[in-house]
């Protein structure tokens, strides 16, 4: 067994994408401390991770039936370019999971002392480009003044 088999990962919640309520499908989800983890497949399995600083916005729909169902679905906006959005379908208790998630990402911020212009792209409107502390749309207007 290698050393990376051997690191074991806490998770703070685990759920899989359920079906009439019911957890029959082949895609996970995990949270840890720091990142979102979603594995898909059953003979070939993908497993995709961000890393929760890089989480911009949380939102969380129930429809109709998922409401019957006492499920849910949760989207993630990151700034990672692989993962920009990710959908957590159809999972139990959606609000406090959605509560959860956020307390994480706000909690590894801090402890990354990650800034708002260093989780921006450079095309977003409030971007800092140049590291001078005001955002570039802001900068530009100076500029043409």
Known sequence: MSKIEKRKIEFLWKDRTRHLGMPLSFTKYRLSKDRLFIETGALSV????VQLYRVRDISMKKSLWQRMFGVG?????????????????????????????????????????????????????????????????????????
């Open 73 to 145: 679905t949760i989207t993630v906006n990151s700034s990672d370019k692989t993962m920009p959005e990710i959908t957590l379908k159809n999972v139990k208790h959606p609000f406090e999971v959605k509560e959860m998630l956020n307390e994480q990402v706000e909690k590894v911020k801090i402890q990354r002392n990650v800034r708002i212009g260093e989780i921006l792209d450079n095309g977003h409107p409030f971007a800092d480009s140049d590291g001078d502390g005001i955002p570039d749309e802001i900068d530009d207007y100076d500029d043409n003044q």
């Open 46 to 49: 993908k497993l995709d991770e």
